[in-house]
């Protein structure tokens, strides 16, 4: 959006002074607005959003970092907003005589877009923005049910969703190969998951591994009971007295509870 509202303000400059240069590069800049901005959404969706719906991944307290083929595609926008720009303004391109003073707008903009996008690729062939992680090996991908052990509050709420922290048994499916293991996460659950919160039940989840005990992606709407973890939780009546209370309480939607109960009526 910035970069587009400075191509508009450059497209202007450039009409009113008669420099066809800043109108063209205004004009290029408004339409890299668009993948700029949508790019940046995601990269802000990956820092903001995690597997249990906090800030931090896993619940960590670290800043997910993007997969390669994002931090490459940002790396690509910024070259490719650099490289025209600096054309533009080292060949003054567009730029007639007597208007000389103007070429620095697109030398700025576009030393800047190319030092960021040059940056961006070495500390990428370095391997030191973006780490290759095979399976299991800090990377959620590890199917397997997560049984809780204990769970207390830590009386701090994110988007209005409480904060736990939980006593965690990891149990990996069998076809993985990993041993179980025992890990201590704090979480922020959804309230509609808030019914089927009890000890020695579980969700379903994809886990990193034992190297990586805490990163992991709890899947919320997949509860399992104590007694047979292929089975979904069958405490209907409970879950749904529960589900009621939250709604009379004003801590699920209107929508979320319809979601919800017909999902837990599903499992009979």
């Not at 619940?59 to 070259?79: E, I, Q, Y």
């Not at 000389?100 to 190319?114: C, D, F």
């Amino acid at each position: 959006m910035k970069l587009a509202a400075l191509g508009v303000v450059t497209v202007g400059i450039g009409v009113a002074l008669d420099i066809p240069g800043l109108i063209g590069i205004g004009l290029f800049w408004v339409g890299m607005g668009l993948p700029a901005r949508v790019h940046g959404r995601k990269v802000r969706a990956l820092r903001a959003t995690s597997s249990d719906g906090s800030s931090e991944p896993g619940g960590s307290g670290r800043v997910p970092a993007p997969d390669g083929r994002t931090f490459a595609l940002g790396t690509l926008l910024f070259v490719v907003l650099g490289v025209p720009s600096l054309t533009v303004g080292i060949l003054e391109i567009g730029i007639p005589a007597g208007r000389e003073e103007w070429r620095w707008l697109p030398l700025i903009v576009g030393g800047l877009a190319l030092g960021v996008g040059v940056i961006g690729a070495v500390l990428f062939l370095l391997g030191t923005a973006v780490h290759a992680v095979a399976p299991g090996d800090g990377r959620a991908d590890v199917s397997a049910l997560v049984r809780i052990l204990a769970m207390r509050e830590t009386g701090t709420y994110v988007n209005e969703r409480p904060r736990l922290e939980f006593d965690l048994r990891v149990e990996p499916d069998a076809a993985t190969g990993l041993a179980a293991y025992e890990v201590t996460k704090k979480a922020t659950v959804p309230f509609t998951a808030m019914s089927a919160l009890q000890v020695g039940h579980g969700f379903r989840a994809l886990v990193a591994g034992p190297e990586n005990p805490t990163t992991m992606d709890i899947h919320w709407d997949q509860p399992v009971t104590g007694d047979d973890p292929s089975e979904p939780a069958t405490d209907v009546s409970g879950r749904l007295d529960r589900l009621e209370l939250l709604y009379r309480d004003g801590k699920v939607t209107e929508t979320e509870y319809e979601t919800q109960r017909q999902r837990i009526l599903g499992s009979l």
